[in-house]
């Protein structure tokens, strides 16, 4: 998750970087950190997670989720 981050804004980020407090994020970086989550982990991340979990850590947690679930 964070090569995934520190690819799209090109700066390494932290487990507890923000995507709006911190990096400044907008639709267009969300659209690309949804795109590869799901290429990466294998599952059908909703955009709406990066703006309800906007930190890698938060975000794992929700790949984490759909992963279990679809056990």
């Known amino acids: 998750m964070l090569d995934i981050w520190k690819n799209i ?3 390494q980020v932290g487990p507890d970087t ?4 911190d990096l400044e994020g907008d639709s ?3 659209a690309a950190i949804v795109h590869w989550v799901n290429i990466v982990f ?5 955009m ?3 703006f309800d979990r906007p930190t890698p850590s ?3 947690g929700a ?3 759909l992963r279990a679930a679809a056990r």
């Open 18 to 21: 923000d995507f709006f407090d």
């Open 42 to 46: 294998g599952v059908q991340l909703p």
């Open 9 to 11: 804004f090109g700066r």
């Open 28 to 30: 267009m970086a969300a």
């Open 58 to 60: 938060e975000l794992t």
């Open 48 to 50: 709406i997670e990066v």
């Open 63 to 65: 790949v984490d989720e």
